[in-house]
T-cell receptor, first 117, second 111 residues
Framework: GAGVSQTPSNKVTEKGKYVELRCDPISGHTALYWYRQSLGQGPEFLIY????????DSGLPNDRFFAVRPEGSVSTLKIQRTERGDSAVYLC???????????????FGPGTRLLVL | DQQVKQNSPSLSVQEGRISILNCDYT??????FLWYKKYPAEGPTFLISISSIKDKNEDGRFTVFLNKSAKHLSLHIVPSQPGDSAVYFC??????????FGAGTILRVKS
């Protein structure tokens, strides 16, 4: 399909392990966003890419979280030394990114449900 | 500090009637507001948006109203249909990039 895709759809890991979550944005979209949604809450912003660079990483909770987008398309969210509190749905979104600081509709993927045991 | 609040966790409406979902915000820097709809096991789907320079935007059965002085917006769905049953999120943007979401309101439309 032409939408945002995320893999895996579900990930179960043990406390202390390392995980990688992948996002494929809509083709041609230069802006990419990661959000985290905990149970009973709305999505919470983590990081925003414009092209290959992280334009705003103010939402990353600590240095265990890192994201890359080396070629300006696919992005990977990396979590080191996972903790039980990291359990959540991780959502990726993309938008055309034609202009900086101009509102654009963000299109979301289905999310990756992460469970840390 | 919740900058976007949806104070009603759930709303139940009869099919054919109007659904009104409310949202309040605290940050005066927000200049763009959106409503997303979410079904279980799916990502949020964009519904409708409004810029801070407008007070109303309409798209078919969906209308969003913005009251900047009260820092309040609402989503009206008329007429409500059973397929509208979902979680509705209000979101706001301070400068066009990251979105700040409310906690969501579960809408149930009864047939």
């Amino acid at each position: 399909g032409a939408g945002v895709s995320q893999t895996p759809s579900n990930k179960v890991t043990e406390k202390g392990k390392y995980v990688e979550l992948r996002c494929d944005p809509i083709s041609g979209h230069t802006a990419l966003y990661w959000y985290r949604q905990s149970l009973g809450q709305g999505p919470e912003f983590l990081i925003y890419f414009q092209g290959t660079g992280a334009a705003d990483d103010s939402g990353l909770p600590n240095d265990r979280f890192f994201a890359v987008r080396p070629e300006g398309s696919v992005s990977t969210l990396k979590i080191q030394r996972t903790e039980r509190g990291d359990s959540a749905v991780y959502l990726c979104a993309s938008s055309p990114g034609r202009f900086q600081r101009v509102p654009e509709t963000q299109y979301f993927g289905p999310g990756t449900r992460l469970l840390v045991l | 500090d919740q900058q976007v609040k949806q104070n009603s966790p759930s709303l139940s409406v009869q099919e054919g009637r109007i659904s009104i979902l409310n949202c309040d915000y605290t940050n005066s820097m927000f200049d763009y507001f959106l409503w997303y709809k979410k079904y279980p096991a799916e990502g949020p789907t964009f519904l409708i948006s409004i810029s801070s320079i407008k007070d109303k935007n309409e798209d078919g059965r969906f209308t969003v109203f913005l009251n900047k002085s009260a820092k309040h917006l609402s989503l009206h769905i008329v007429p409500s249909q059973p397929g509208d049953s979902a979680v509705y999120f209000c979101a706001a943007s301070p400068y066009g990039n990251k979105l700040v979401f409310g906690a969501g309101t579960i809408l149930r439309v009864k047939s």
